[in-house]
């Protein structure tokens, strides 16, 4: 017949599951603190790209919406609030905002005409025609991402 562990085997036992628990958290802390300075790193990098390319994000359509979705894949939001780190970095928020508000005054000019529902291809023309050539161009990507951000407010 085989014996069953006794309380030293018990005892033993437990030692063993309160290093196991010990070594689990000082190896979660260690990747913990890995990925933090690799994000930290990341992001200073990413803040440089931004920084260096900033006249050609704003100016050239292509170039933003490449930005806006390799952003996107790794979930940092350059649109996220008017008050943040890009909008001080790229004026990005305020463009949009501004992109936005302009997109609402031409559905409201319009709405007698087609009810507020216009085509995107035409919005992008309205709104070149008020923007005038002096500002950057527009593309339907930076009209969509405009309009994504318009939250109604009570």
Not at 128 to 149: G, M, V
């Amino acid at each position: 017949m085989r014996r069953r562990p006794g309380i030293g085997g018990l005892q033993t036992a437990a030692a063993a599951r309160d290093q196991y628990r010990l070594l689990g958290e000082n190896v979660a802390k260690i990747r913990t603190d890995l990925m933090k300075e690799q994000l930290a790193t990341f992001r200073s990098q990413l803040e440089d790209f931004a920084r260096k390319h900033k006249n050609d994000i704003k100016k050239n359509p292509a170039f933003r919406s490449q930005f806006h979705e390799m952003c996107a894949k790794i979930g940092v939001d350059p649109l996220a609030s008017n008050k943040g780190f890009w909008a001080e970095l790229l004026g990005i928020g305020d463009f949009y905002y501004e992109l936005g508000v302009q997109i609402v005054d031409i559905c409201l000019a319009t709405r007698s005409h087609n009810g507020g529902l216009i085509n995107l291809q035409e919005l992008c023309t309205l709104l070149c025609q008020r923007r005038k050539t002096a500002r950057e161009a527009i593309s339907e990507d930076d009209c969509l991402r405009a309009i994504s951000k318009l939250k109604v407010s009570l």
